[in-house]
């Protein structure tokens, strides 16, 4: 169980008591204004919304978000990361999962029975791209050149293609 402390300030309202859990996390991320730039993601994708709420949040975590040192998540690794998202998912993409990292990056990460794509985002927005096979085989990997975005994307196809084979 996550146990967040909400701090107080006397410019921003903030909750009185502590958040638990899920439930409390989300109160606590929905009661902090959005930030003043938040993040778009651009193109017509059905979970679109989905993923601007999804990284707006963890840019709205407090620093120490993991209980311990972890820095706040900046701008430049989610937008970091959106350039990389805009270049990678399609309609049929299935949409990722994001983890807030220690440094303030940011990882999106698709996984599915036992392959995987990773894409880290570092705090200071240095990208790196990491696909693994069912056997363990490296399927791609480096930082996101051409190339290595050609590969990524053919990796998320065929995620998406075997998330359609469980439906």
């Given at each position: 169980?996550?146990?967040?402390?909400?701090?107080?300030?006397?410019?921003?309202?903030?909750?009185?008591?502590?958040?638990?859990?899920?439930?409390?996390?989300?109160?606590?991320?929905?009661?902090?204004?959005?930030?003043?730039?938040?993040?778009?993601?651009?193109?017509?994708?059905?979970?679109?919304?989905?993923?601007?709420?999804?990284?707006?949040?963890l840019l709205?975590?407090?620093?120490?978000?993991?209980?311990?040192?972890?820095?706040?998540?900046?701008?430049?690794?989610?937008?970091?990361?959106?350039?990389?998202?805009?270049?990678?998912?399609?309609?049929?993409?299935?949409?990722?999962?994001?983890v807030p990292?220690?440094?303030?990056?940011?990882?999106?990460?698709?996984?599915?029975?036992?392959?995987?794509?990773?894409?880290?985002?570092?705090?200071?927005?240095?990208?790196?791209?990491?696909?693994v096979d069912?056997?363990?085989?490296?399927?791609?990997?480096?930082?996101?050149?051409?190339?290595?975005?050609?590969?990524?994307?053919?990796?998320?196809?065929?995620?998406?293609?075997?998330?359609?084979?469980?439906?």
């Open positions: 169980m996550t146990v967040i402390d909400v701090p107080q300030s006397a410019t921003t309202p903030r909750p009185t008591a502590r958040a638990v859990g899920v439930a409390g996390t989300t109160a606590y991320l929905s009661s902090i204004p959005r930030s003043s730039r938040p993040v778009t993601l651009q193109g017509n994708l059905w979970y679109r919304a989905w993923i601007e709420q999804s990284l707006n949040g709205a975590l407090p620093p120490g978000w993991d209980g311990h040192r972890a820095s706040r998540v900046t701008y430049r690794a989610v937008t970091t990361l959106m350039d990389v998202l805009q270049s990678l998912l399609t309609p049929a993409s299935v949409p990722p999962q994001f990292l220690p440094d303030g990056g940011v990882q999106a990460e698709w996984l599915v029975g036992g392959d995987s794509l990773e894409i880290e985002v570092s705090g200071e927005g240095e990208a790196f791209v990491f696909g069912a056997d363990g085989g490296v399927a791609v990997e480096g930082d996101p050149d051409a190339q290595v975005l050609g590969a990524a994307a053919r990796r998320l196809s065929y995620l998406s293609e075997r998330v359609g084979a469980f439906a």
